[in-house]
């Protein structure tokens, strides 16, 4: 959705490594925001994002127009169920089925051979690999890791949004994740006393407000009793009016 940063930059850079052809799409997506949540104020430094993209050689820009993406009239979305309603789609009812729909679209007017997407959006990944599945598109889904601030701070277009005090606050959602790696490295199995290590991470920290932690199956979603394979821990807060996201995988 623009606003690029070093998280973004390194999607390029892998997919340039592995493919012959490019091609970025910025497009801040009107379907995936809630009545509530911040369409009007999102970062959109097209000028700054263009010339990014062209220091890193990238093949070509799409970014379209609302209209061209949504005609007027368009009545058709695609919904994932199940899924969608999980993490972020429980706190931002409908985000997945705009995400979806979006995702959809841009597959069929590029045809991409391969698709890169960051495992920040780990729910979101979810979403869009069952969709390719279900759908049969042609389409490879490649996940990238989370690519951090030296502090540990997930890079997240979002913020920019923080004030300087709330930026040191938002050091809490991977300070919690990290708590929750160390157990599990020194041999604890059980996800609620995982969970539970984390949520009281997030606890001790006044200017975070927890909208969700939890250890579940990164495909599913679905909560797990204990960890016996690759697991996703993730966590979403508040931070001031802002809110982020973060994860880890274990197992």
Request: hydrophobic share 45%; with cysteine; aromatic share 6%.
């Amino acid at each position: 959705m623009g606003a690029l940063h070093q998280g973004h930059l390194s999607l390029v850079r892998t997919a340039k490594a592995e493919c012959g052809f490019v091609v970025v799409s910025i497009f801040v997506n009107p379907t995936q925001f809630g009545p509530n949540e911040d369409l009007a104020r999102y970062p959109r430094p097209f000028e700054r994002d263009r010339e990014m993209l062209e220091r890193e050689g990238v093949d070509a820009l799409f970014a379209p127009e609302v209209e061209e993406i949504y005609p007027p009239g368009a009545l058709t979305f695609v919904t994932v169920e199940e899924l969608s309603g999980k993490l972020d789609g429980k706190s931002r009812p409908g985000h997945f089925r705009g995400v979806a729909t979006v995702v959809a679209k841009l597959f069929h007017i590029v045809e991409p051979d391969a698709a890169f997407f960051g495992q920040k959006d780990a729910a979101q990944v979810a979403v869009l690999r069952r969709m390719v599945r279900d759908l049969a598109l042609p389409v490879e889904m490649r996940v990238c890791p989370i690519v951090r601030e030296a502090d540990g701070l997930a890079m997240s277009s979002r913020n920019m949004y923080l004030s300087p005090q709330e930026r040191k606050t938002a050091l809490v959602l991977s300070k919690s994740l990290a708590k929750v790696r160390e157990l599990f490295d020194s041999g604890e199995r059980n996800a609620a006393k995982l969970r539970a290590a984390g949520e009281q991470v997030i606890a001790a920290e006044p200017g975070a407000r927890l909208d969700y932690f939890v250890v579940v199956d990164p495909d599913s979603l679905d909560s797990v009793d204990d960890v016996a394979g690759p697991t996703l821990v993730a966590v979403a807060a508040y931070v001031g009016a802002t809110r982020l996201i973060d994860n880890v995988v274990v197992g």
